[in-house]
Nanobody, 125 residues
Framework: QAPLVESGGGLVQAGGSLRISCAAS????????MGWFHKAPGSPPAPPNE?????????????KYADSVKDRFTITRDNASNTVYLQMDDLKPSDTNVYYC?????????????WGQGTQVTVYS
């Protein structure tokens, strides 16, 4: 089973809303930070270490957002199921991107990252 299972995304008109979710169900490691990243708009597909932060949330609820999505996107989390949600409101065509779920986990010796395969969000005007 893949460590991260993403769902949601799709096509929406500008001003509309979408919710994407990601469950870290295929791991027995302790997951701390979870969140969403994407490539810089207008740039070619990026490897994981070059993706831009959209929003993240830690296990104790601390959140971080990109300036471009503050006040429009809300990230929440269910720690019991290791599931993270991104509610995207007032979507703009510039939000069109592939959104990759990330989960940072601890093996007992070191921290590492899982990445999802990405879910497409397309906003049309």
């Amino acid at each position: 089973q893949a460590p991260l299972v993403e769902s949601g995304g799709g096509l929406v008109q500008a001003g509309g809303s979408l919710r994407i979710s990601c469950a870290a169900s295929g791991t027995h490691f302790r997951v701390n930070r979870m969140g969403w990243f994407h490539k810089a708009p207008g740039s070619p597909p990026a490897p994981p270490n070059e993706r831009e932060l959209v929003a993240t949330i830690t296990a104790d609820g601390a959140t971080k957002y990109a300036d471009s999505v503050k006040d429009r996107f809300t990230i929440t989390r269910d720690n019991a199921s290791n599931t993270v949600y991104l509610q995207m409101d007032d979507l703009k065509p510039s939000d069109t991107n592939v959104y990759y779920c990330n989960a940072r986990y601890y093996t007992g010796l070191y921290w590492s990252d899982y990445w999802g395969q990405g879910t497409q969000v397309t906003v049309y005007s």
